[in-house]
């Protein structure tokens, strides 16, 4: 059974020209779903658009108002 990591690892290997892809940060980079910042999506880092989440636009929700409750009179 071919295991696709294996060549992926290879070919990796290749690039770098012999040194080890993942130490090289080639691969396995957080399993590789980082950006090429080294963001991961929804990482509190400042933002740098790599991501699709990060460009939505913004939607100001309404204020929230706490309701101002009337003066109670007790009954005598």
């Known amino acids: ?7 992926h690892y290879r070919a990796a290997l290749t690039h770098t020209g012999g040194v ?3 130490e090289a940060g080639v691969i396995g980079q957080l399993a590789d779903n980082e950006c090429k910042h080294g963001r991961l999506s929804g990482d509190r880092t400042p933002k740098c658009g790599c991501w699709p989440t990060e460009l939505a636009p913004i939607i100001a929700l309404p204020e929230h108002r ?4 009337g ?6």
Request: aromatic share 4%; proline share 20%; glycine share 0%.
């Open 20 to 22: 080890c892809p993942i």
């Open 1 to 7: 059974m071919p295991n696709p990591y294996a060549a």
């Open 66 to 69: 706490q309701p101002v409750m």
């Open 71 to 76: 003066s109670v009179r007790e009954a005598a």
